[in-house]
Each structure stands twice: as C-alpha cells, then as structure tokens.
C-alpha cells in the first residue's frame, strides 16, 4: 500500500507557486502522463499483444519504424489533441507538425515529442522510453507553423520522460528541479519515489558506441583514450563503461549515479550532411534541460546544447551530457582543439 505524492499532487501543489496558473499546464501533464502510461502498459504485454516487430515503413529521417514507434506516436495524438492545452504537435515519427484538428479549441502549448526511443531494443526486451518537451506557442491565435517550434532548449516550460524498465518511472522537470514517479501498478498511478534528483558529481564511468570509434573527432578520441588507459593514464584512475543504446535509459542511469553520455559528431555523419545523431527538439532539449535542472551540464561538444537556435523540425545534434566536471572537461578538450 503506498500513500505517497502522486504525480497529478505533485503537479498541482507545483503549480498553485505559479501566480496566475490556469490549471491549463497541470491538465496538459496529465494527459501526456496518461498517454505514458498507455505505453507502458503496452511495452509491458509485449508479444502477448503482437507489437514486437518491424511496421513496414519509414520516418522522415528514413529510420525502418517499429509497430510500437507508430502505436506509441498514435496514442499521444489521441491522449493530447482534445483537450484544449495544446496548437500543435511535433514527433520523430512525424514529417511535419500536427496542428490540433479544428473539432477541438486550440490551446497554448506547443507539445514535441520522441514516442518510443531506444525502439531497436524493443524486440530483445531492454528498457526503452518516451521523451517529451513542453513550449508556449508564439503568436497567440494565429495557427501555428513549423516555425513556431524553433525555438531554444532554454524556451522550454516543462521536460520528461517515461522509462518502460523494470519498472516504469516518469521524471520531469518543469525548471525547478527534477522529481522522478515510479508507477504503482496496482492503482495506476506515478508516485513520487526519486525527489530532487541530483547527478553525483564524483563519477568514473561514460557511455559511447565504441563500435564508431574510428570516425570521431580528436577531443571525444582523447576523452576516451584517457578513460581506457585507466589507472596508469593521465586521469590516474579506471572507468567503466555502459551502453544500452536507449538515450532514456542512459540518462535515467545518469541521473542515479553519474557518468557521461555520448553521442558524438563523428566523419561517417559528417559525409552524409548529418550534423549528429540525435535530434535536438525532442531529444537533445528535453534531456539537456533535465541534466541542467539536476546539476549537470549538456554540450554539442563546443556549445551548449540549450542554447542552440534551432534551424529545422527534425534537426540533428551532437549530444554530450552528464556530471558536470567531466563534460566541462570535454568541452575544454573541444575548446582547446
Ligand atoms: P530512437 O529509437 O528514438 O530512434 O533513438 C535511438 C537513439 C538513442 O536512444 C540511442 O542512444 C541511440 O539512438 C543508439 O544508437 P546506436 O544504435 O547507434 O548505438
Ligand atoms: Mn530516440
Ligand atoms: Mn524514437
């Protein structure tokens, strides 16, 4: 039995700090709380409701979706499009914005969002997630355009995430620190189990595909060389290393005991016109502002991620994120080269 804060309280009591709160904003995070849960209830039935497996189609980006990529993206339109909070809606699985069908009011908020990530893990059983972004919407009462959602990570209202682990947990921030839920599913609700969450800053371990290793560039190459070489390195100490190939889960990781996470700009990304892997609307911001909201820091390898004025729906950035001395070590290494 547990008689804790949920999350709905939670946002509530958040909220009413907030003069000249609507209400609008708590409503908006219940309903993409509801569509987390939905999924998550979904990822957790797995093959017994047939959505393991490839879709048959392609994004934008030309990424081979999954079932659940598509399903997951239909049940945030769903959960999201009626209420009146939102003008429009933006996700990976998507070519162009969603402005909210003219059946339902139009609200505020603009709502991005990266339905299932880490969704190659899906069929092998490994924790995926969902990460979403909160922006006001400029220009009240004109309809909302593409350009309205390029606005910079420090823009945004509220970030978070669902990890579908071994068990669910939703973590947001809405610039005022980072809570982490643990869903209880025996009555439904996200409890509050992880407040003010705060990455450790004495931490020995990274993250990186180390499979594209002879493609990066010389700072993130020194960075890890000196990781590897360990006790008898510069750094005078051994790292560890981790991979699970869902950015949520690495960061949910990060989050609880430290490290760096990376996915670098590297030559191969480069020769495509790539400007990184993830994209920053729904990837990048969203999770740089939780990593900043728990004391850590987030990079593009020079700049700092938040920053960046957005050029494009579906742009791609170098991700570089963690406890806060060892990215600013990095940086330094970029800056210096
Ligand atoms: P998505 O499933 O939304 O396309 O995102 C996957 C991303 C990210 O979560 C992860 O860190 C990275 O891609 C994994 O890339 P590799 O397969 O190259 O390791
Ligand atoms: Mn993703
Ligand atoms: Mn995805």
Not at 42 to 52: D, K, M, Q, S, T
Not at 158 to 184: C, E, K, R, W
Not at 241 to 263: C, D, K, N, P, Q
Not at 310 to 333: K, N
Request: with cysteine; hydrophobic share 40%.
């Amino acid at each position: 039995m547990h008689n804790g804060t949920t999350i709905t309280q939670f946002i509530i009591e958040e909220q009413r700090r907030v003069s000249g709160a609507t209400g609008d904003f708590t409503s908006l995070l219940n309903d993409v709380v509801t569509a987390c849960k939905v999924i998550s209830n979904l990822v957790n039935h797995g093959a017994l409701v047939g959505i393991l497996g490839s879709a048959g189609s392609e994004n934008v980006q030309g990424e081979t979706q999954k079932k659940l990529d598509v399903l997951s993206n239909d049940i945030f339109i769903k959960s999201n499009e009626w209420a009146g909070h939102l003008a429009a809606m933006a996700s990976e699985e998507m070519d162009d914005i969603y402005p909210i069908p003219a059946s339902y009011p139009r609200g505020k908020y603009l709502l991005t969002f990266d339905p299932l990530d880490g969704s190659s893990n899906i069929d092998v059983n490994v924790s995926v997630g969902t990460i979403f972004s909160i922006l006001r919407c400029p220009g009240e009462g004109t309809a909302p355009s593409k350009q309205a959602f390029l606005q910079p990570g420090t823009q945004q209202v509220a970030a978070g995430y669902a990890i579908y682990g071994p068990s669910t947990m939703m973590v947001l921030t809405t610039g005022n620190g980072v809570n982490g839920f643990t869903l209880d599913q025996n009555i439904g609700e996200f409890i509050l189990t992880h407040p003010n969450i705060r990455i450790p800053t004495e931490t020995r371990e990274f993250a990186v595909n180390v499979s594209n290793m002879r493609f990066w560039e010389p700072p993130v190459r020194r960075y890890v060389d000196e990781c590897l070489a360990g006790k008898e390195g510069p750094r005078g100490e051994d790292f560890n290393m981790r991979w699970i190939a869902s950015m949520v889960a690495e960061v949910h990781r990060i989050l609880t005991r430290g490290g760096v996470f990376m996915y670098p700009l590297d030559s191969k990304m480069k020769a495509k016109g790539q400007g990184g892997k993830l994209r920053l609307l729904y990837e990048a911001n969203p999770m740089s502002l939780i990593v900043e909201q728990a004391g850590g820091r987030s990079i593009t390898g020079p700049e700092r991620i938040l920053d960046l004025q957005p050029e494009d729906l579906h742009q791609r950035v170098p991700v570089i994120l963690g406890s806060s001395a060892e990215v600013a070590r990095i940086q330094g290494y970029h800056l210096e080269a």
